[in-house]
């Protein structure tokens, strides 16, 4: 812990806040955070009964914690390869020490736990699963990430089906509603689950050189780029052509959710068509865009519920 003061006297207070930032990786910051109060709107929009903003602040603060303490353990066990994947990175560029880093990862994990024991056991399930594969996935001797098809899985079971269904059934729990889980849950999950495995494949794609020279094994370096890039796209596309289907369901409005995922299906197609993949910029900027639809799911999905 003193190490954490010496760097924040040296950063600065807006320095060291900033270096945190970047250790939290925001676009997951963001994910996470969108997919909580989502989750907890679509909830009500179920159950239709006095709404309590405290409930999904004790467990967004929760997840979060969860969050940052995954991808702190990522960077601690890559410094190496993120030195040539990702130098901005606050330990590959000595803004934090490894000790900093460790000490941040170890508080933000027993917060994320014990916030969560203190909430509820729906939410405690949810954290400690999420936070177990999330060690197994970048801690050796296990270190799942080595593995493209268990790195995936990692990735979307958390993101996809972990995360939706815990939140839903500790929101459940608390508004006190039937807990048996509903379609158009199920219909949210399954297109997270399969956009995440998008995300998860496509993740890899820029970071190839460091991969390939620290003997990670992805899909990318099995594949080529050309190949990962366009099965993301076409995973991409079954994803909002399959959530068409869901329109029929009475808890949503058709009109608002046919409308919304075409037009993101036409904007991804056409965003992706501009991609030049021998530059690891524009790859880069892609895979951003890919969470910024990601991040738009969690706010359409339970609007078009709301509307219905």
């Not at 495995?197 to 594949?223: H, M, N, S, V």
């Not at 037009?263 to 056409?270: V, Y």
Request: glycine share 6%; charged share 10%; proline share 4%.
């Amino acid at each position: 812990m003193s190490q954490v003061f010496e760097r924040l006297q040296q950063l600065g207070w807006r320095g060291w806040l900033h270096a945190l930032w970047k250790f939290a990786r925001p676009h997951t910051i963001i994910g996470t955070s969108l997919s909580v109060w989502g989750v907890y709107v679509l909830t009500y929009a179920i159950a239709r009964t006095n709404i309590s903003l405290l409930s999904p602040l004790g467990a967004w603060i929760a997840c979060l914690c969860g969050n940052v303490y995954i991808v702190g353990l990522n960077q601690l066990e890559d410094v190496a390869i993120d030195k040539i994947n990702k130098p901005h990175l606050p330990i590959a560029s000595g803004e934090f020490s490894q000790r900093t880093g460790q000490t941040i990862v170890a508080v933000t994990g027993l917060l994320a736990l014990l916030l969560a024991w203190m909430l509820g056991s729906y939410l405690l399930g949810m954290v400690a699963i999420s936070l177990a594969i999330g060690t197994v996935y970048s801690l050796p001797p296990i270190r799942l990430k080595r593995f493209p098809f268990w790195a995936a899985l990692c990735i979307f079971s958390v993101r996809g089906a972990i995360v939706n269904l815990g939140l839903f059934l500790h929101f459940s729990w608390v508004l006190q509603i039937e807990r048996s889980i509903p379609a158009v849950v199920w219909v949210l999950t399954a297109f997270i689950l399969v956009f995440t495995f998008a995300i998860a494949i496509f993740k890899d794609i820029p970071d190839i050189e460091g991969d390939r020279q620290y003997q990670i094994t992805t899909l990318t370096i099995k594949l080529g780029q050309k190949t990962v890039f366009d099965l993301a796209r076409w995973v991409l596309t079954i994803c909002y052509l399959g959530m068409l289907f869901a329109a029929w369901l009475p808890q949503v409005n058709v009109v608002f959710l046919i409308s919304t995922h075409l037009l993101l299906l036409g904007l991804m197609w056409w965003r992706s068509w501009q991609v030049d993949l021998q530059d690891k910029s524009a790859i880069a900027n892609f895979y951003q865009f890919i969470w910024k639809l990601f991040f738009l799911e969690y706010l359409i999905f339970p609007a078009a519920c709301l509307l219905a």
